[in-house]
């Protein structure tokens, strides 16, 4: 299998379960092998795509009131990332001679799940409590928090709270917030762990990808 279709692959895969740990991986091959940096950053962003869309899905099934919400923002970011990813993969992957071995952890471990579902528990917990003595505000700066670490979490404990104990509007918010973040910490990490090259192309797709879905809520949202 050619190096294209394996990063693609495994983008795709990882993006699934965890986008973060992918970008960790992508990033730390892009600094072993930074001839395939532009090939690996394609995989970053494809699988920063998946995770939007992962979003969308599992705010949309707990709450169908979210999915014309979320549908215009998360969609441009999400278009932007994949129309980046594919022209890195059409102009980078051909005839590439360097074909890094993938090498990645089972998101699917016993662990993960375990520290998947403390995290849901917390921020659960945080935002009914938020929620009924601070407000909106406070809705916002969990989301802000929440995102650094992890979207999964805050998408199902606000799709929840929605229309039960906030806004669809103030869920549909804080979900793209929290999306937001996790988008500019993992462009972060591309830049630290990854180097410039791959760096500088996350954080340019990132931004254009946020100020797609940003443009977007504030037309459609």
């Given at each position: 299998?050619?190096s294209q279709?394996g990063v693609?692959l ?7 379960a965890s986008?973060?740990a ?7 091959m892009a600094r ?6 532009p090939?690996?950053?394609g995989?970053?962003?494809?699988s920063?795509?998946v995770?939007v869309a ?11 009131e979210?999915?014309l919400p979320?549908?215009w923002?998360?969609?441009?970011a999400g278009?932007v990332m994949?129309?980046?990813a594919g ?20 998101p699917f471990e016993l662990?993960?799940a ?5 995290l849901?528990?917390v ?5 009914k409590?938020?929620?009924t ?5 406070g809705?916002?700066v ?7 670490a992890?979207?999964?979490?805050i998408?199902?404990s606000?799709?929840?709270l929605?229309?039960s104990?906030?806004t669809?509007a103030?869920?549909?918010l804080?979900i ?6 996790n ?9 630290s762990?990854?180097?410039m090259k791959?760096?500088w192309?996350?954080s ?8 797609a879905?940003?443009?977007?809520f504030?037309?459609?949202?």
């Amino acid at each position: 299998m050619g190096s294209q279709a394996g990063v693609a692959l495994a983008a795709l895969a990882g993006g699934l379960a965890s986008s973060t740990a992918t970008t960790v991986t992508l990033s730390r091959m892009a600094r072993e092998h930074p001839e395939a940096s532009p090939l690996l950053a394609g995989g970053i962003l494809l699988s920063g795509s998946v995770m939007v869309a992962r979003v969308l899905v599992i705010a949309s099934a707990l709450n169908r009131e979210l999915l014309l919400p979320l549908a215009w923002p998360l969609g441009a970011a999400g278009l932007v990332m994949i129309a980046t990813a594919g022209l890195l993969f059409f102009t980078h992957g051909r005839g590439n001679s360097e074909h890094p071995q993938l090498s990645m952890k089972s998101p699917f471990e016993l662990g993960t799940a375990l520290k998947l579902a403390g995290l849901i528990a917390v921020i659960s917990l945080l935002a009914k409590v938020i929620s009924t003595s601070v407000g909106d505000a406070g809705i916002t700066v969990l989301a802000i928090l929440s995102g650094i670490a992890d979207v999964d979490a805050i998408t199902l404990s606000l799709a929840r709270l929605a229309n039960s104990g906030i806004t669809i509007a103030t869920a549909a918010l804080g979900i793209g917030i929290a999306a937001a973040v996790n988008t500019i910490v993992k462009a972060g990490m591309t830049v630290s762990l990854g180097g410039m090259k791959a760096g500088w192309i996350v954080s340019a797709a990132s931004a254009a990808a946020i100020a797609a879905g940003g443009a977007a809520f504030a037309f459609f949202g």
